[in-house]
């Protein structure tokens, strides 16, 4: 099959009549007609910044000359689903990336889809399920572009067995300001491959991506939970079912005593027996006001948890389930992120290596639940020895913590440091697309190749969280 690089023709060709819009849940509704206040999925921080549609993949070298070379920097965004600021360029340009979404060329016999970069995988995946494919690599939510994925190289619960995302990222072009377009993939400027693949958007603007996708037969998932009390049998678990696909564990991180550290290991495989492939239903629940900032306290998430955990009747439950609730079970409340109040949520993602993973996990889980905080949705999983082909992607070998709470003034933000500096002392690093307050010298001690990447940086292109943690 040609590249769309070197078949000028597959540009202007879409299918894109067969895709559904894009759908509600993006800031396409409210933040990117012009408007000036600008947040992540987090509302926090909150900037102003000029928003400037993308449609055409040759938009961008024109848009800055009609900007007079966007002095104040620019950024492209997708989604905006990146927690703290790494989608974020205060006073800058917000190039909206999410109507450059169609559809180039698509291989049934191969699974191999080629689209532009502000495709959503919620689009993709209406296109891709009833011909029988599914994403090799998803992460907890669908509202996220091609080129968002790429630019965090997005983890999933399989990552012991599929790695991140950019392992099955075959090609893409990147078209830098000065207009010079690359067609880059493991043979092909593979330098240039490897630093846009977990490159927080800064190495250029992606206008089309080619994806691998998996066969399946199913909607359905081969799902079982089971109950487990502590971090040693998380870990007992995440051995003996490391052939399975996808595995993953809710922990309640209000637990003391006998029930510090419980929680669901959540394991599935994608069904075997052939049955029905339908695009999802649109979601229709809505979260319609924004919480008062008390509402979620230690109590009333340590109330939930308890219900959460219990509901369960039995130790171990095993049931088909379709895979929207499995791996996208908030996707189908529209705006969920308004329970946490208008004051917005801060999320926290660390990775530590498997040696101090389990020291590591006991005491940070101790400092959480002696802190007085709660977070409301706790993920612990295992990541595997998968290398990523990204010079900056985040997972490495050993055990990934995420957690958010509602911000707190006076509270959050200090345990957030002792978290972060917590993280350090184990040997791990943290995210940056679920970041809002990682230090320079964190990010710098985390990703101690940010120098050699800053080279590949196109010069016009910056965001709040690169400023924060290089200067």
Known sequence: MDTPAESPELQHRTVSAELPPVRPESHSDDQFEGKTPFSSWGRYPN??????????QTDYPAIVKKYDGM???ALAVGMGRSYG???LLKDGFLLNATGMNRLLDWDQENGILTAEAGLTLAQLLDFAVPRGYFLPVSPGTKYVTLGGAIANDIHG???HVNGTFGCHVTQFELVRSDGTRMHCSPTDNPDWYEATIGGLGLTGVLTWVQVKLK?????????EGIQFHGVDEFLALTEQYKHIEYTVSWVDCTGTGKNFARGVFMIGDHSKIPDKLTPSPEPKLVFPIDLPGQALNQYTVSAFNTVFFHKQLKPRVRALQDYEPFFYPLDKVLHWNRMYGKSGLLQFQYAIPWASAREGTIAILNEVSKSGLASFLAVLKAFGDVKSPG???????????ALDFPIKPGKSFPLFDRLASMTLDYGGKLYP???ARMTAGQFQKSYPQWEQFARYKDPLLSSSFWERVTQ
């Open 391 to 401: 010079m900056m992607s985040f997972p490495q070998a050993g055990i990934t913590l």
């Open 157 to 159: 619960k399989n990552h």
């Open 71 to 73: 002095p104040s920097g």
């Open 215 to 223: 066969p399946i037969v199913s909607r359905l998932i081969d799902y």
């Open 85 to 87: 600021d790494s989608c």
């Open 47 to 56: 900037y102003n910044a000029t928003v400037v549609p993308l449609t055409w």
């Open 433 to 435: 697309a679920k970041d």
